[in-house]
Structure formats: C-alpha cells, structure tokens
C-alpha cells in the first residue's frame, strides 16, 4: 500500500536588516521558534541577503507570526 501525506503548510520571510553583518541572528530566530513549540519544516536563505524563509504548518502559522514579531530588537 502507498501512503500519501497532505500538509497545509505556511512560508514566513524574517527580516533581521542585520542578518549579513551580526552572528547570531538566524540562531535567535530558530531558539525562538523552538522555545515556542513550533517545528520549522523548511529554511532557505532569501533572493536577498537579509531574509531568511521558513516553513511551518498551518497550524503553527499564527504563533510562528507572533513568536517572530517578539524578535525586534536584533
């Protein structure tokens, strides 16, 4: 038997303007999200070098959106 999943799934752009030039950065982000509970599925390096994609579930979209959002301060 084959067995097919189905995700429903939400891509989310960090936009640190620091990314290029301080350490740490996609670290914070990703403890961030991992503190809250939130399992990033994918991670891509943006068309630019100040963004960073990620994916997530549906389900975790709204708090993925918050948890990022608490990131001001980079």
Known sequence: TATT???TLSLHDALPICLRSTPGIAGRIFSQLGAAGIN?????YG???VSINLVVSAEDTRRAM???HTLTAF
């Open 47 to 49: 068309a630019s070098d």
């Open 40 to 44: 990033v599925l994918a991670i891509s």
């Open 5 to 7: 999943e189905i995700y």
């Open 66 to 68: 918050e948890t990022l």
